[in-house]
């Protein structure tokens, strides 16, 4: 079993539509969450970076962190065809020297 | 944003042959990483620095070797690519240890 699980989708929604992204874990230890967005032929480019448990909301993007669940989500509003990409969880924990475990991305297509 | 470069941006190359693929960074990050990814699938570390003359394998086993002389500069080398190393490798850099990672746009690397 791996340690990150993410649904990969595809994940097709029209424009305008709230879009719902998940990564479970099973190590405890994570503790630091993050959200990247990687285009087609393109780097992993950092959406949202949180720090233990809670919610963090940046423009149309909030991530969710749910440690007691191990869950953790992205929730993109008023979803625009710019946000077709792949999402991908990645995540750490205290002691891990900084080395991240990513989940295998979700891919979402946002139809005009 | 980050300042991270990679080249090439995409390589084809027969098999046996000496390939080196660059990395440099502008920010006078200490810490690098190499990835290595395929296709839909999440993404495996393959080495990491964390500063000059400071280098260490990562959780995926690889054939490669790298080098991190000056901290700007974090090269990937692979002394006879094969067909197997086809794959899109990924370099990334970041600050301190609770700071996340930032990521060039990666090498796309095809062994005939």
């Known amino acids: 079993q791996k340690e990150v699980e993410q649904d990969p989708g595809p994940l097709s929604v029209p424009e305008g539509a709230i879009v719902s992204l998940n990564c479970t874990y099973s190590?405890?230890?994570?503790?630091?969450f993050m959200w990247y967005r990687q285009y087609s032929r393109k780097g992993p480019e950092l959406l949202m970076y949180t720090y233990s448990s809670g919610n963090k909301e940046d423009g149309r993007f909030t991530a969710q962190v749910d440690k007691s669940s191990k869950y953790i989500s992205l929730f993109i509003r008023d979803s625009q065809p710019s946000d077709s990409a792949t999402y991908l969880c990645?995540?750490?924990?205290?002691?891990?020297?900084?080395?991240?475990?990513f989940g295998g991305g979700t891919r979402l297509m946002v139809k005009p | 944003e980050a300042d991270i470069y990679q080249t090439p941006r995409y390589l084809v190359i027969g098999t046996g042959k000496k390939i080196t693929l660059e990395c440099s960074q502008t920010m006078g990050h200490d810490k690098m990483y190499w990835y290595q990814q395929d296709p839909g699938m999440e993404l495996h570390l393959i080495h990491y620095?964390?500063?000059?003359?400071?280098?260490e394998k990562g959780d995926l086993s690889s054939e490669s070797t790298v080098s991190r002389i000056r901290t700007e500069h974090f090269p990937l080398t692979l002394e006879s690519a094969r067909p197997s190393h086809t794959s899109q490798y990924l370099c990334a850099s970041s600050e301190y240890n609770d700071q996340p990672q930032h990521f060039g746009d990666g090498t796309r690397l095809s062994i005939l």
């Open positions: 620095s964390y500063g000059v003359n400071s280098t």
């Open positions: 190590n405890s230890a994570f503790q630091y």
């Open positions: 990645a995540m750490k924990g205290n002691n891990a020297g900084n080395m991240l475990t």
